[in-house]
């Protein structure tokens, strides 16, 4: 099925622990962001490509990097997890904005 | 800075009991207003893009409406497969700012 595939879908890190979210679109959409989601606090932008080749930072870039590999692929790294990255982040891709967004299933990531 | 505030934050229904949903917002150059539908475990899910005031979109029983400063859902008759989390964005440039979502549920 078309659309948005992010792995891994759970992951138990501990503090000072570094991984990357991996994204993947096959809808041949130009921008993709990664988002967290925490309670109470709606889905923040943490960063976003417009286009391949090009990243900019969101609202809440601390503490993380991306990676545009291609057209398709966008990756999340956590250099060094802290337990305040506790969330569920997720993925999402857009062409024409008419239909807005289409969001991946999420990570769930919790640091200990 | 832009931003988006839902209200309420929890919403519960009995089946057939009619409500409605508030989107308040504020936001340079507002580009588009954007409902989704967010259920437990899953990403956000396309319902609708809003953009000018008057406009109204409709699909079963949600219908989305928008103004200068804000938009409803409006859920006409819920039956329990409604139940979810009901996320308003608004887009200025590439990015969407999205509110905190409001969870309904409807009771059988």
């Known amino acids: 099925n078309a659309g948005v595939t992010q792995t891994p879908k759970f992951q138990v890190l501990k503090t000072g622990q570094s991984m990357t979210l991996q994204c993947a679109q096959d809808m041949n959409h130009n921008s993709m962001y990664w988002y967290r989601q925490d309670p109470g606090m709606g889905l923040r932008l943490i960063y976003y490509s417009a286009s391949e080749g090009t990243t900019d930072k969101g609202e809440v870039p601390n503490g993380y990097n991306v990676s545009r590999l291609n057209k398709r692929e966008f990756s999340l790294r956590l250099e060094s997890a802290a337990p305040s990255q506790t969330s569920v982040y997720f993925c999402?891709?857009?062409?024409?904005?008419?239909?807005?967004?289409?969001f991946g299933s999420g990570t769930r990531l919790t640091v200990v | 800075e832009d931003q988006v505030t839902q209200s309420p934050e929890a919403l519960r229904l009995q089946e057939g009991e009619s409500s409605s949903l508030n989107c308040s917002y504020t936001v340079s150059g507002l580009r588009g207003l954007f409902w989704y539908r967010q259920d437990p475990g899953k990403g956000p899910e396309f319902l609708f893009t809003l953009y000018s005031a008057g406009e109204e979109k409709e699909k079963e029983r949600l219908k989305a409406t928008l103004t200068k400063k804000e938009s409803f859902l409006h859920i006409t008759a819920p039956k329990p497969e409604d139940s979810a989390t009901y996320l308003c964005?608004?887009?200025?440039?590439?990015?969407?700012?999205f509110g905190a979502g409001t969870t309904v549920t409807v009771r059988a």
């Open positions: 964005a608004v887009q200025a440039g590439y990015k969407l700012s």
């Open positions: 999402a891709s857009s062409g024409d904005t008419v239909y807005g967004y289409t």
